[in-house]
């Protein structure tokens, strides 16, 4: 089977968009995770007013420090909700706008929709997704009164 270059590359950067980012801010503390095809990567901040603010800097900075660019994530696994409403709005705008710009795919999920399950950690989210067929690019925020 020969390849030429163009192909090759193509192939490369579909395997680069296999990355997932995980983002969870309606909890006390913000939660990314990258799962590549090779590893998983995650850090937390406080929640606070001010990253809220800088949630797109954070998550930008997270993506650097693993040598990736936004336009390597495949696609975005959001939380919900419940949970904070600032940290629900903030980071669903930031999905949906990297979604407009750079044609990301998103899933929002809540835990709940996954109360059965036994073995329920960030890294099994977009295995759940996916066995509980959570819609690709909806939005439904849960907020607590």
């Known amino acids: 089977m020969i390849l030429f270059s ?6 490369l950067r579909n395997k680069i968009k296999m990355n997932k ?3 969870n801010a309606v909890d006390e503390k913000i939660f990314l995770m990258i799962i590549t095809n090779s590893n998983i990567y995650n850090i937390t901040y406080e929640n606070t007013k001010i990253n809220y603010e800088k949630l797109t800097i954070i998550i930008n900075d997270f993506l650097l ?39 990301i795919d998103y899933y929002c999920y809540n835990l709940d929709d996954f109360k059965d399950e036994h073995d329920l ?24 009164s």
Request: hydrophobic residues 40%.
């Open 6 to 11: 163009s192909e090759i590359e193509f192939d």
């Open 21 to 23: 980012l995980i983002i």
């Open 65 to 103: 420090s693993k040598n990736l660019k936004i336009s390597d994530i495949g696609v975005i696994y959001i939380n919900k909700g419940p949970g904070s409403f600032a940290g629900i709005r903030n980071s669903m705008s930031i999905v949906k706008a990297f979604n407009i710009a750079k044609k």
């Open 121 to 144: 950690t960030y890294k099994n989210i977009p295995n759940l997704c996916k066995k509980y067929k959570i819609k690709k690019n909806l939005i439904n925020p849960i907020y607590i």
